[in-house]
């Protein structure tokens, strides 16, 4: 069963950093591109980063670019996102998201995590 | 960037109907379009991909159409399962995936 689990949310000033982490199981990891989607509260969805299965392709939204480094470590079976420079509009419940294939090119997603909430406010 | 509008925001619809959802693209994604599903407190869900290709274990009553610039997301015979928020991405703008912001099937 593939499951995705994410970790490092929480409450954050403006300005600060925090660094979220998917943990990875139920298929192998290094197979796949994998995304990082948030969602502000009551808002829609937003690609925010993805990442081919060997880094050699990585993307971002514009929103983020600059500020957001993606990353994995396939030995651990991990995603990581850091955040820097943090604002109030990055304030949303992010999810991890397995991508259907490595990511020569990036696709759409088969599989979701619940998501690690990440409120940005002073 | 590509722009993804879905249509209606909200739509009305009672058991047993037929619910039909637009998502238009403002520039061609050929047919790289992909549906998701979301209830209430859940992640996402994928229903259909390639436009019209529905996800393992969908029902049959979900089915995709269009290309291009035009896409539809059509389910038959509505079920109580089914009132969701629906939202439609594109896959064909790499690396710049987007998303519309979403149809929200209520009861009516």
């Known amino acids: 069963e593939v499951q995705l689990v994410e970790s490092g949310g929480g409450l954050v000033q403006p300005g600060r950093s925090l660094r979220l982490s998917c943990a990875a199981s139920g298929f192998t990891f290094d197979d796949y591109a994998m995304h990082w989607v948030r969602q502000a509260p009551g808002k829609g969805l937003e690609w925010v980063s993805g990442?081919?299965?060997?880094?050699?392709?990585?993307g971002y939204a514009d929103s983020v670019k600059g500020r957001f480094t993606i990353s994995r470590d396939n030995a651990k079976n991990s995603l990581y996102l850091q955040m820097n420079s943090l604002r109030a509009e990055d304030t949303a419940l992010y999810y991890c998201?397995?991508?259907?294939?490595?990511?020569?090119?990036?696709?759409?997603?088969?599989?979701w995590g619940q998501g690690t909430l990440v409120t940005v406010s002073s | 960037e590509i722009v993804m509008t879905q249509s209606p925001a909200t739509l009305s619809v009672s058991p047993g109907e037929r619910a039909t959802l637009s998502c238009r693209a403002s520039?061609?994604?050929?047919?790289?379009l992909a549906w998701y599903q979301q209830k209430p407190g859940q992640a996402p869900r994928l229903l259909i991909y390639?436009?019209?290709t529905r996800a393992t274990g969908i029902p049959a009553r979900f089915s995709g159409s269009g290309s291009g610039t035009e896409f539809t997301l059509t389910i038959s015979s509505l079920q109580s399962e089914d009132f969701a928020v629906y939202y439609c991405?594109?896959?064909?703008?790499?690396?710049?995936?987007?998303f519309g912001g979403g149809t929200k099937v209520e009861i009516k």
């Open positions: 991405q594109q896959y064909n703008n790499w690396p710049a995936l987007t």
């Open positions: 390639g436009a019209s």
């Open positions: 998201a397995k991508d259907i294939a490595k990511g020569t090119k990036f696709y759409y997603f088969d599989y």
């Open positions: 990442i081919s299965w060997n880094s050699g392709s990585i």
């Open positions: 520039q061609s994604v050929s047919s790289n």
